[in-house]
């Protein structure tokens, strides 16, 4: 058999491995709950315990693995390795690559999550076939991505393709990286959460969505969203549009900074409402855009959903590897 690449997910919640062969092809999965306060080396020996078992689901073991990829919820600067800030983790300015590379003896790719959901959509999922795309993974938070002509983009310092904190709004709600106006503000299951907790507790607005989420919405869910969503809460309508606006806002931003092939929306909150919520996003976006008609731009649903992370995360991997050997 060819030899494999080894991708990992490594979430706030959940360490997600995948064992892949030939093109893109998963072979082999596995999954764990992510242990809170965990340092460094500790939390590389539960990803490496995690990537062992995706392994020998796929018959595989780590002889027959020639490149290994991370996604981290982080920027990363590309040139150091470092991890910037990961506040899921508790992490600020960690040596990660370093760390890693040291407990799974080998060259380790580490990327930010949404970059490596956009690379995995590129390689195999929505994205495929196009050259030039861009992506908002709407979440608990709302990340983003480019690829410019086949490459992630990363920018200085890794923090290119930051979508979540463009500001669509000046002076607008404060967002949690301290900024006012951000797109993530408005659009992202905490900005939803907050808003909710505004109109419900403080405006006294009556919602059918305490009944699933509670009255406090510290643990809102994509699906609990959903389900207010699809029983025409006026509440939670009201809510959620305004943030598929803000979105649509920031998608006729990105087409006029870059104008890519195509725009692919993922995370849980698509993934529960996309084909909802598309239509709002298309129609914000086109009374924004500029220079180009509402059918010169292709939106598109994310296909891969959680695989799209830890696949992404492989794929650059073995694009590293190719690279090297091509030198």
């Given at each position: 058999m060819a030899k494999a690449?080894?991708?990992?997910?490594?979430?706030?919640?959940?360490?997600?491995?995948?064992?892949?062969?030939?093109?893109?092809?998963?072979?082999?999965?596995?999954?764990?709950?992510?242990?809170?306060?965990?340092?460094?080396?500790?939390?590389?020996?539960?990803?490496?315990?995690?990537?062992?078992?995706?392994?020998?689901?796929?018959?595989?073991?780590w002889q027959q693995v020639a490149s290994a990829g991370v996604a981290v919820p982080s920027a990363i600067d590309p040139e150091t390795g470092e991890l910037l800030h990961a506040p899921n983790l508790g992490w600020k300015n960690q040596p990660a690559r370093t760390a890693f590379e040291r407990v799974f003896g080998a060259d380790i790719v580490l990327e930010n999550d949404v970059n490596c959901g956009l690379f995995g959509e590129f390689c195999a999922g929505a994205a495929r076939g196009t050259r030039t795309a861009a992506g908002f993974f709407v979440g608990t938070g709302l990340g983003g991505g480019v690829i410019v002509e086949g490459r992630l983009h990363t920018g200085r310092r890794g923090v290119a393709g930051e979508l979540g904190h463009?500001?669509?709004?000046?002076?607008?709600?404060?967002?949690?990286?301290?900024?006012?106006?951000?797109?993530?503000?408005?659009?992202?299951?905490?900005?939803?959460a907050r808003r909710l907790h505004k109109m419900i507790n403080l405006k006294q607005k009556k919602s059918a969505i305490t009944e699933y989420a509670g009255s406090q919405f510290d643990s809102l869910r994509s699906k609990h969203l959903k389900k207010a969503y699809l029983a025409d809460d006026p509440v939670v309508r009201k809510v959620v549009d305004k943030g598929a606006r803000m979105l649509g806002v920031a998608v006729a931003n990105i087409m006029a900074v870059l104008a890519p092939d195509c725009v692919v929306f993922g995370g849980g909150v698509m993934e529960a409402l996309g084909e909802k919520l598309l239509p709002v996003v298309r129609q914000s976006m086109a009374e924004h855009l500029f220079g180009l008609a509402e059918d010169d731009v292709d939106l598109r649903l994310s296909t891969l959903g959680d695989d799209a992370v830890p696949l992404g995360a492989a794929m650059l991997s073995r694009d590293n590897w190719r690279q090297r050997l091509v030198r």
């Open positions: 690449t080894v991708g990992i997910d490594l979430g706030g919640s959940n360490i997600a491995a995948v064992a892949v062969v030939d093109d893109t092809t998963i072979a082999g999965r596995a999954k764990s709950s992510t242990e809170r306060g965990l340092g460094l080396e500790a939390m590389a020996e539960a990803m490496r315990e995690v990537a062992d078992e995706a392994l020998a689901a796929a018959g595989l073991d463009q500001i669509v709004r000046h002076k607008g709600r404060r967002c949690g990286c301290g900024h006012r106006g951000c797109l993530e503000a408005y659009c992202s299951k905490a900005a939803f």
